[in-house]
């Protein structure tokens, strides 16, 4: 197995004839150093020890030098890492924006320290990624999140930009014509679920600017992943063609796959079924021009039937389909080995049944197949499939859905979960990944479970410890505090798709249970935020989220439980305390969009100039800007707010327009003594959300003041009101039944 997923690197080393491995290893960190730390590169000292049986690196000081060797530039770049985040008490972020923050004088590496890698292959990403956080990202962006994948040790990236414009070139081969295939696409924020088959055709036709830039993008993408001894992950055919196919060949077994999410039939994708002699056709042209464009490491991603019913349910019919598109994998690669995510059996578990599951996996040879064990911090499928009938698999954590900013994660838990499986996953567990969303602002769960891909010998509080001094910068005992809270009590949820109720559509009496629910008291995260607000000044950026992120979460919270009394208020016709309660949820979403226009990846500002940014015409500026503003709004289909972010100038433009539309709804009902038009006000909501998806007027976000100083402001300002609620509740578990009590309690709790 270990020999299929690194013959990328012996490839590369046929090529590389100018110099020698060790050069080009030592080369590649030295190199992603100067990137990260440029004053300090001529500091360190990298040296390449060949090892065949497991990447480990090393850390020690020489000569007032920090000297890191290890067995490739993958490995180094992780030992690197280690030394900023154990001994100069820094976070890298994955944004390029944000400067790698250092100590003024370098510390020396006292004794030496040795680390090896549990598991050979690290993977990350999630086709997902690419348009929750990606879709608008240049070079520079790419080339620090790379950087981040090689100090995290991440080995095996899925890296699916660009693969437009080689299925553009194979569709004009074959015979369709430029507006059947750019309206085959979806449009750029939308081509993840296009990718994995689930709609065509969505903000389409897709520009060809996009599909030249892109194009280009990738090739700088994965030069540099193979510099750093990553293992890219690329597309393979997997079945999903235009319906303008059957123009050419009319008697091809060409089928529609099951609807999705909410979809009509006009956006509904086709599947082409394998055992047609097309098939291998497509399959064959489409590898040969991928690896003209782009190269290959032999490893592809092919992912049928993704949340959609596949032609066939019958077990036979499943292990023919698998077995035969493998065969056109390895009739175009004989090398080939098929990775594929296992995110349809967890999603759609009552269909894919125990034989289902097995007729699919066994349908193609051993160790031809690399399971990703997609959201294990949930459910864990290797448990429940014999080990994935012994075909290989990577053990993953999901994190997030959707892009939300909500705090989620049940990362001790999943820590625990996976020593387990590194214990009793079989010998076919082959790796340690992660397969998030969105990329968040806060990136730590995903540093924690990288980590655990090695043998560091740091447990789980002395880890929380440390990830507090490098959000600082410094040891401070109430932000290790704050952070032991975070840990134990509120990162305890399993991931789904979270969000704080501003974010989501409003409606009489519907709090959204499921995405509005924590598994955590309020006032603990108010504890966490007074701890936080007990430093006395910082400028680090991780520092920065971590006030936000906390004080946005503790107001949303807040806020849902002011609707509640809102709502109580409306089915007694209370009119005063209906406008008392909308002029205190108005309050709080000023608050929010105020406290969250302190960092630019908490506001909408950044996310539609990098949209505007990519287009070189007023048109193309227009077209990117409204993707950007459908996919975190009213999204399509039946995913209105799926993708909710708490980001200013969303808040503040969007979120805070659509509550006073509720409020004028509920309020002006209430004054008349009427029931609530439910029906025309959920038109007047759509009606907006739709008009400001199309719009290109500017978002205005005001900035002004500092972040600690205002969130100690709305600490002061909050805190007692969150406090009154938590004793209210209080007084009924203690039992005081008095009217009062009983009447707060459902109100809060």
Same mark, same amino acid.
């Given at each position: 197995?270990?020999?299929?997923?690194?013959?990328?690197?012996?490839?590369?080393?046929?090529?590389?004839?100018?110099?020698?491995?060790? +050069?080009?290893?030592?080369?590649?960190?030295?190199?992603?150093?100067?990137?990260?730390?440029? /004053?300090?590169?001529?500091?360190?000292?990298?040296?390449?020890?060949?090892?065949?049986?497991?990447?480990?690196?090393?850390?020690?000081?020489?000569?007032?030098?920090?000297?890191?060797?290890?067995?490739?530039?993958?490995?180094?770049?992780?030992?690197?890492?280690?030394?900023?985040?154990?001994?100069?008490?820094?976070?890298?972020?994955?944004?390029?924006?944000?400067? $790698?923050?250092?100590?003024?004088?370098?510390?020396? $590496?006292?004794?030496?320290?040795?680390?090896?890698?549990?598991?050979?292959?690290?993977?990350?990403?999630?086709?997902?990624?690419?348009?929750?956080?990606?879709?608008?990202?240049?070079?520079?962006?790419?080339?620090?999140?790379?950087?981040?994948?090689?100090?995290?040790?991440?080995?095996?990236?899925?890296?699916?930009?660009?693969?437009?414009?080689?299925?553009?070139?194979?569709?004009?081969?074959?015979?369709?014509?430029?507006?059947?295939?750019?309206?085959?696409?979806?449009?750029?924020?939308?081509?993840?679920?296009?990718?994995? %088959?689930?709609?065509?055709?969505?903000?389409?036709?897709?520009?060809? /600017?996009?599909?030249?830039?892109?194009?280009?993008?990738?090739? !700088?993408?994965?030069?540099?992943?193979?510099?750093?001894?990553?293992?890219?992950?690329?597309?393979?055919?997997?079945?999903?063609?235009?319906?303008?196919?059957?123009?050419?060949?009319?008697?091809?077994?060409?089928?529609?796959?099951?609807?999705?999410?909410?979809?009509?039939?006009?956006?509904?994708?086709?599947?082409?079924?394998?055992?047609?002699?097309?098939?291998?056709?497509?399959?064959?042209?489409?590898?040969?021009?991928?690896?003209?464009?782009?190269? @290959?490491?032999?490893?592809?991603?092919?992912?049928?039937?993704?949340?959609?019913?596949?032609?066939?349910?019958?077990?036979?019919?499943?292990?023919?389909?698998?077995?035969?598109?493998?065969?056109?994998?390895?009739?175009?690669?004989?090398? %080939?080995?098929?990775? /594929?995510?296992?995110?349809?059996?967890?999603?759609?578990?009552?269909?894919?049944?125990?034989?289902?599951?097995?007729?699919?996996?066994?349908?193609?040879?051993?160790?031809?197949?690399?399971?990703? +064990?997609?959201?294990?911090?949930?459910?864990?499928?290797?448990?429940?499939?014999?080990?994935?009938?012994?075909?290989?698999?990577?053990?993953?954590?999901?994190?997030?859905?959707?892009?939300?900013?909500?705090?989620?994660?049940?990362?001790?838990?999943?820590?625990?979960?996976? +020593?387990?499986?590194?214990?009793?996953?079989?010998?076919?567990?082959?790796?340690?990944?992660?397969?998030?969303?969105?990329?968040?602002?806060?990136?730590?769960?995903?540093?924690?479970?990288?980590?655990?891909?090695?043998?560091?010998?740091?447990?789980?509080?002395?880890?929380?410890?440390?990830?507090?001094?490098?959000?600082?910068?410094?040891?401070?005992?109430?932000?290790?505090?704050?952070?032991?809270?975070?840990?134990?009590?509120?990162?305890?949820?399993?991931?789904?798709?979270?969000?704080?109720?501003?974010?989501?559509?409003? !409606?009489?009496?519907?709090?959204?249970?499921?995405?509005?629910?924590?598994?955590?008291?309020?006032?603990?995260?108010?504890?966490?935020?007074?701890?936080?607000?007990?430093?006395?000044?910082?400028?680090?950026?991780?520092?920065?989220?971590?006030?936000?992120?906390?004080?946005? /979460?503790?107001?949303?919270?807040?806020?849902?439980?002011?609707?509640?009394?809102?709502?109580?208020?409306?089915?007694?016709?209370?009119?005063?305390?209906?406008?008392?309660?909308?002029?205190?949820?108005?309050?709080?979403?000023?608050?929010?969009?105020?406290?969250?226009?302190?960092?630019?990846?908490?506001?909408?500002?950044?996310?539609?100039?990098?949209?505007?940014?990519?287009?070189? @015409? +007023?048109?193309? !500026?227009?077209?990117?800007?409204?993707?950007?503003?459908?996919?975190?709004?009213?999204?399509?289909?039946?995913?209105?707010?799926?993708?909710?972010?708490?980001?200013?100038?969303?808040?503040?433009?969007?979120?805070?327009?659509?509550?006073?539309?509720?409020?004028?709804?509920?309020?002006?009902?209430?004054?008349?003594?009427?029931?609530?038009?439910?029906?025309?006000?959920?038109?007047?909501?759509?009606?907006?959300?739709?008009?400001?998806?199309?719009? @290109?007027?500017?978002?205005?976000?005001?900035?002004?003041?500092?972040?600690?100083?205002?969130?100690?402001?709305?600490?002061?300002?909050?805190?007692?009101?969150?406090? !009154?609620?938590?004793?209210?509740?209080?007084?009924?578990?203690?039992?005081?039944?008095?009217?009062?009590?009983?009447?707060?309690?459902?109100?809060?709790?």
């Amino acid at each position: 197995m270990k020999k299929l997923f690194f013959i990328a690197s012996f490839f590369m080393l046929l090529g590389m004839t100018a110099c020698s491995s060790k +050069d080009r290893d030592v080369l590649a960190v030295e190199q992603l150093t100067h990137r990260l730390i440029p /004053q300090y590169a001529d500091r360190f000292v990298f040296e390449i020890v060949p090892d065949e049986d497991r990447d480990y690196y090393s850390l020690e000081s020489k000569d007032g030098k920090i000297h890191i060797s290890g067995n490739n530039a993958n490995s180094m770049a992780a030992g690197l890492n280690y030394y900023l985040k154990y001994y100069c008490l820094t976070t890298v972020s994955w944004y390029a924006d944000i400067p $790698v923050e250092m100590p003024d004088v370098l510390p020396m $590496v006292e004794k030496p320290v040795v680390v090896e890698a549990k598991v050979d292959n690290r993977f990350f990403l999630n086709y997902c990624t690419y348009g929750y956080s990606m879709p608008f990202w240049k070079w520079k962006d790419w080339e620090r999140f790379i950087d981040w994948m090689a100090l995290n040790g991440v080995n095996m990236p899925l890296a699916i930009t660009g693969q437009e414009m080689v299925w553009y070139k194979v569709w004009k081969k074959i015979g369709l014509t430029d507006e059947e295939i750019r309206s085959y696409f979806t449009g750029p924020v939308y081509l993840p679920w296009h990718r994995m %088959a689930n709609i065509d055709g969505w903000n389409g036709p897709l520009p060809m /600017q996009w599909l030249e830039s892109q194009a280009e993008l990738q090739k !700088k993408i994965l030069a540099r992943e193979r510099e750093l001894n990553m293992t890219p992950v690329l597309p393979a055919f997997a079945g999903h063609v235009p319906a303008a196919l059957k123009r050419i060949h009319p008697d091809a077994n060409i089928q529609y796959l099951g609807k999705w999410a909410g979809f009509g039939d006009s956006y509904r994708c086709h599947f082409l079924n394998p055992e047609e002699p097309l098939f291998a056709e497509i399959q064959k042209s489409f590898l040969e021009e991928q690896e003209k464009m782009f190269g @290959t490491d032999h490893i592809y991603g092919v992912d049928p039937f993704n949340e959609v019913d596949p032609p066939s349910w019958e077990p036979e019919y499943l292990a023919q389909v698998s077995s035969d598109m493998y065969k056109s994998l390895a009739a175009a690669d004989p090398d %080939a080995v098929w990775l /594929q995510m296992t995110w349809m059996f967890y999603h759609d578990r009552k269909l894919w049944t125990a034989p289902r599951v097995k007729a699919l996996l066994t349908g193609v040879p051993s160790d031809k197949l690399v399971l990703l +064990d997609y959201h294990c911090e949930n459910v864990e499928l290797w448990k429940s499939t014999e080990k994935f009938h012994g075909q290989p698999y990577i053990w993953c954590y999901l994190g997030n859905f959707g892009g939300n900013t909500t705090l989620t994660g049940n990362v001790k838990e999943s820590g625990d979960r996976l +020593d387990n499986a590194l214990i009793n996953g079989g010998d076919n567990l082959k790796g340690i990944g992660s397969t998030l969303e969105g990329l968040d602002i806060n990136q730590f769960p995903y540093e924690y479970i990288f980590e655990k891909a090695w043998t560091i010998d740091v447990n789980g509080q002395d880890w929380v410890e440390r990830l507090a001094d490098r959000h600082v910068g410094a040891v401070s005992e109430s932000a290790r505090e704050a952070w032991q809270i975070l840990f134990e009590d509120v990162f305890v949820q399993v991931p789904r798709t979270l969000g704080i109720l501003p974010g989501y559509r409003p !409606k009489l009496g519907d709090n959204y249970n499921k995405r509005t629910s924590n598994e955590y008291d309020n006032a603990t995260l108010l504890r966490v935020w007074e701890l936080l607000l007990e430093v006395p000044s910082c400028d680090r950026d991780a520092f920065e989220i971590d006030v936000i992120m906390t004080g946005r /979460q503790l107001l949303g919270n807040y806020f849902l439980d002011v609707k509640k009394e809102f709502d109580g208020f409306y089915k007694k016709r209370n009119v005063p305390g209906l406008k008392e309660k909308a002029s205190e949820m108005r309050e709080i979403l000023s608050d929010l969009e105020l406290l969250n226009s302190f960092h630019n990846r908490a506001s909408l500002d950044k996310w539609i100039e990098d949209a505007r940014s990519l287009g070189d @015409t +007023d048109e193309l !500026k227009n077209y990117y800007e409204k993707n950007a503003r459908n996919l975190i709004t009213t999204w399509g289909g039946s995913l209105n707010d799926y993708a909710s972010r708490t980001w200013a100038g969303l808040l503040n433009d969007y979120y805070a327009r659509r509550w006073e539309i509720y409020f004028d709804a509920v309020i002006g009902a209430a004054e008349k003594g009427i029931e609530l038009d439910k029906d025309e006000l959920k038109s007047r909501l759509a009606t907006f959300e739709q008009e400001w998806v199309d719009s @290109t007027t500017p978002v205005q976000i005001h900035r002004e003041g500092s972040l600690l100083d205002t969130a100690r402001h709305l600490l002061e300002k909050y805190g007692s009101r969150i406090e !009154k609620s938590r004793f209210s509740c209080n007084a009924i578990l203690q039992g005081d039944t008095t009217m009062q009590s009983l009447s707060s309690c459902r109100l809060f709790c």
